[in-house]
């Protein structure tokens, strides 16, 4: 093998790596929903509706399974006092990346936008 050959080779892996980062897990089961967002504040409160959002996210590929087990689940937002808004970060650290969710009514907020199944990526 030649040099252009293990950089073919790297580069080939490292598009393999990539693609494979960004699917769903085929394999996440209800119970790894779960422990997915068991850290959530507020979990005894909204947890079924907590593993719901989690599952949406993912299946749309809003979220990846490790950005939720980054973040622990959901965080209760100070910015919405009063209301049930909670975020994740889905994607990076910024604020740019945060998703909120309101619990009760449903609806996505910053990187999603929408209810129920009207909800779409922002942009």
Request: glycine share 12%.
């Amino acid at each position: 093998m030649n040099f252009g050959s293990f950089i073919a080779i790297g580069l080939f892996g490292a598009i393999c790596v990539v693609a494979a980062t960004d699917l769903p897990s085929p394999t996440l089961t209800d119970e790894g929903y779960e422990r997915l967002v068991a850290y959530s504040d507020d979990h005894d409160r909204y947890g079924e509706t907590f593993i719901g959002a989690a599952r949406w996210l993912i299946e749309a590929r809003i979220c990846s399974e490790n950005d939720l087990r980054e973040s622990g689940g959901w965080t209760k937002s100070r910015t919405h006092r009063g209301l049930p808004v909670y975020f994740a970060n889905c994607g990076g650290k910024s604020l740019e990346y945060r998703v909120y969710f309101n619990a009760v009514t449903l609806e996505f907020y910053g990187r999603a936008r929408g209810f129920g199944a009207a909800v779409r990526l922002a942009g």
